[in-house]
């Protein structure tokens, strides 16, 4: 199984292998730079060669990065826009250097404008970003969210619309968030729940853009629209959600993103491993 959680850069890029290794995970999610600060990170030649290095000899089957939570491809907001388009396209420039496939992203919002508007703007974003980076093959996975406020993606037709106004669509994937999916008003929380939700991704955008899964409980309620991660089996979803998507998609990295305390990272990863069909 490809079984992960997002592991933290703090003290350098290759503690987040140190701390994958010390968890017995193949693969996982890290940010490539402080994702609070507008501030870029530059990584030399040799940084990316030695992490790459080390990945493999750690035998790491992947990592991927998450994008900054202060980019907004929806805003009116011209600076805004523009600082979100170029730190979108370094992302994705640090990935190609650092061997990671793709960047998870969360499409942005706007309460200005119509929800129509505001998923031309993130697909012209897109677009802008794509065309900054023309050569590379690192991804966007378009990340669905838990439908608070104005935010774009709290369905998968919304994601759908934004795919098909983007040029390059062979660089767009599809990240699933368990909890935002929930907190959005998708019940998962039985077998069919789950077979309804991946129904509608296949009819929206099709299976084979689902590139990643968040694996993260709710604290919120059913459609209420609150993005607060609980460990796995400790919140409002329940186990079957996870049962079935731990024993689906074995190619696909499935990742934990709750709070760090108490060595939960590993309680949760022995949860999901407990559950898969043997």
Known sequence: MLLGVHCSIS???ENAIEEAKSLGIPVFQLFTKNQRMWREKEYDSAECESFKRRMQSEGMVMA????????????GDPELRKKSITALANELTRCHDLGLPFAVLHPGSNR????????G??????????????????????????GQGTTIGKN??????????????ERLG???DTCHAFAAGYDIRSTAGVEDLLGQIDKEVGLGLLKAIHLNDSKGDLGGNLDRHEHIGKGKIGLEAFRRLVNAFPQIPKVIETEKVDDMDRVNLETLRSLADH
């Open 174 to 176: 599809v990240c699933l």
């Open 121 to 146: 703007l993130i697909a012209d974003g897109l677009n802008d970003v794509f065309s900054l980076t023309s050569g590379l093959d690192s991804k966007v996975l378009l990340e669905n969210t838990a």
């Open 64 to 75: 991927f990065s998450h994008t900054s939570y202060l980019l907004n491809l929806a805003t």
């Open 11 to 13: 003290g350098g890029l």
């Open 112 to 119: 200005l404008v119509t929800e129509d508007e505001a998923i």
């Open 156 to 169: 998968f037709n919304q994601i759908r619309r934004i795919i098909e106004r983007v040029e390059q669509k």
